[in-house]
C-alpha cells in the first residue's frame, strides 16, 4: 500500500491546522495514498495556546478527532495525527489518534516517555501515557504507534515489533540544536533496521523544530524524505513482502539470544 508523510508548522488554532492538513490530506489521497502520517502537536502547539492547558484541550480535543475522522472519510485515506487528550486532571496525554479510511477511530495512542531531556521538561505540562503500547492491523501491515521521545527508547520499538508490528508511525516534534538532525536520522535507520521494519516519521517544522520527515525500510533506506519544508507530502509504497524479503536473509528477530525477558537462551 501507498504511505504519505505530511509535514507542516501548527499554530495555536486547531481549526486553521485542520485545513493544512485536509490540504496535505488531499495531495496523499491524489498521489493514491491509503495513509497518511501527520506529526505531534499537529491539534496545536502547545507552546502558542494562551491561558490555560487542560482547558484549551477540552475546548479542542473531541472535535479535532471528529474533525480527522471527516477528513479521512472525505479522502478516503487512513490518518495518525497528534494531539492533547484531557486526562480530568491539569496535565493532558500527549495522544496519537489512528482512523482508518471510513473515518472510524481504530486505537489511540498516549505518549509512554516524555521529553525530559536538553534542558526541557515536558512531565511538568504532560500527564505519561497509561495504556502501554499499540499495534493495530491495518491493510496488509500492522502498524505500531510511537511519538517522538519513544524513538529514543528501542525497547519499545521492539516490543511492537514482537507483538506484530511491521509500519512503525512516528510523528514528532523534534527539537532543534546541536547535532539533533543527525541523533533524529540515525535513530530512524536504527530502529527500522534493527526490527526489519517500515518507518514512516513525520515531523513538524517550526522555528524550533526539525521537520524531516520520511518513510525508510527494513533495510533503513529512506524511500521518501522532506528536509526543513514548512509545509509538504511524500508519498512511497510500503509493502509486507519488503519486511518477509529483508527478514528472511537478514532473520534478526528469529537470530536473537535474549528472550522477552531478557535472560538470554541456551544454546540450539
Not at 57 to 83: C, D, H, K, P, Y
Request: include cysteine.
Amino acid at each position: 500500500m501507498k504511505v504519505s508523510v505530511g509535514q507542516f508548522r501548527p499554530g495555536a488554532d486547531t481549526t486553521e491546522n485542520l485545513k493544512t492538513m485536509r490540504r496535505l490530506a488531499h495531495q496523499a489521497s491524489s498521489e493514491g495514498s491509503q495513509l497518511i502520517v501527520f506529526p505531534e502537536e499537529s491539534m496545536f502547539s502547545i507552546g502558542k495556546v494562551d491561558g490555560p492547558l487542560h482547558l484549551a484541550v477540552e475546548r479542542n480535543w473531541s472535535s479535532f478527532v471528529q474533525q480527522l475522522s471527516f477528513l479521512a472519510a472525505e479522502f478516503s485515506i487512513a490518518i495518525v495525527a497528534g494531539g492533547y487528550e484531557s486526562s480530568g486532571e491539569e496535565r493532558p496525554y500527549n495522544t496519537l489518534v489512528l482512523v482508518d479510511d471510513a473515518g472510524r477511530i481504530l486505537d489511540t495512542y498516549r505518549k509512554l516517555h516524555l521529553y525530559d531531556a536538553f534542558s526541557y521538561h515536558e512531565s511538568s505540562r504532560i500527564k505519561p501515557g497509561d495504556g502501554g503500547i499499540k499495534v493495530v492491523p491495518f491493510g496488509e501491515m500492522t502498524v505500531g504507534l510511537m511519538t517522538c521521545y519513544d524513538l529514543r527508547f528501542p525497547e519499545q520499538a521492539r516490543a511492537l515489533a514482537d507483538a506484530g508490528a511491521d509500519l512503525l508511525c512516528i510523528p514528532a516534534a523534534w527539537f532543534k540544536g546541536d547535532h539533533k538532525v543527525d541523533h533524529w536520522e540515525t535513530l530512524l535507520k536504527a530502529r527500522a533496521i534493527e526490527n526489519t521494519v517500515w518507518v514512516a516519521a513525520a515531523g513538524t517544522s517550526s522555528p524550533h523544530t526539525i521537520g524531516h520527515s520520511a518513510v525508510l525500510d527494513p533495510m533503513g533506506i529512506a524511500h521518501v524524505y522532506l528536509t526543513d519544508e514548512e509545509e509538504g507530502v511524500v508519498t512511497t509504497e510500503v509493502t509486507r513482502k519488503r519486511v518477509e524479503d529483508v527478514r528472511e536473509f537478514l532473520p534478526v528477530l528469529n537470530n536473537r539470544r535474549f528472550a522477552r525477558n531478557n535472560e538470554v537462551s541456551s544454546l540450539r
